[in-house]
């Protein structure tokens, strides 16, 4: 069996339990403030030379220190088997999107495959939370009627982040468009009262089971409010998973000349070039005359 490929995170609150006893845990990439320098190139190396490759999620909030840091390691070590993925989703979010991708690194799929397939499974994740202000949330757009019903005691707000931005103000008409798939319900609860999630919101979504998961520290700092219950919806059959991530067509870098799926590449962020645009390369530069940079 092939060593599966190393999934890292920079906080240990996106490392949600395993789902059976094949799934592995994620390796932790600790901010500068934590870890040396030499320690974190020290560890990186031991991922590489165990796993073969390496690629670290984080959220686009982390403190820009901390996102140097990974760039710095990554730059040292003159490493392309190492794949940094920024990721907009909100904490919950990312977590459930780490351990799929924990989930895929031990089945059949290149360290590439499974980097692109961040992408892809984002799309299949329903982000959201119920705070009891909007007044701070500055990553979903919220209109000026929602920020004024902030000032208003005992209103509560449904937030969908991902795959589609909206916000409805709960005990209103308007619903939340959810998935039109079988989902489980993932509800981390911070410090609000409420049980819309699971009284309202999970019946309207037809989900398939509701668990229970810890709040990740730095959700009161992405929501925008510490009074605020989190919550992700996401395909929980990692045989579903693996379908849709497996009929995708697979193409390869043409810069680093890894296997992937979908438009870029996890490991260079090169785009990826199609046949047509590939051929016309090849084309031109036979006339001497080199595409330039960026084409």
Partial sequence: MSVPTAIAVTSADLVLPPTDQHTPTAALVPPPDVQP????????????????????????????AHERRLHTVRS?????????????????????????????????????????AARLLSHYVYAGAVLNSVARLDRV????????KSWVPGTQFGVLANPVPQVIRIGGQDKLPGPEFGTELLVAPGQLQSDWVTSTLAPEWRVLNVKQAVLPAD?????????????????????????????VRRERCSWCGIELIGDRCGFCSAPL???????????VMNHGTPLPHGS
Avoid at 219 to 238: C, H, N, V, Y
């Fill in 219 to 247: 959700s009161a700092r992405w929501w925008g409010t510490a009074r605020m219950i989190e919550f992700a919806a996401f395909l929980p059959d990692i045989s579903v998973v693996y379908q849709l991530v497996a009929s």
């Fill in 37 to 64: 320098l030499d320690a974190a190139l020290a560890d990186t190396q031991v991922l590489l030379e165990q796993h073969g490759h390496l690629i670290v999620l984080y959220p686009d909030s982390i403190p820009a």
């Fill in 141 to 148: 757009p919220v209109s000026l009627r929602s920020h004024a």
């Fill in 76 to 116: 040292v070590l003159e490493s392309d088997r190492v794949a940094l993925l920024k990721l907009e989703l909100p904490p919950l979010g990312i977590a459930v999107l780490v351990r799929q991708l924990r989930q895929l690194s031990i089945c059949d799929f290149g360290a590439g495959v499974v980097a692109s």
């Fill in 273 to 283: 070039l199609r046949p047509e645009n590939q051929a016309h390369g090849q084309s």
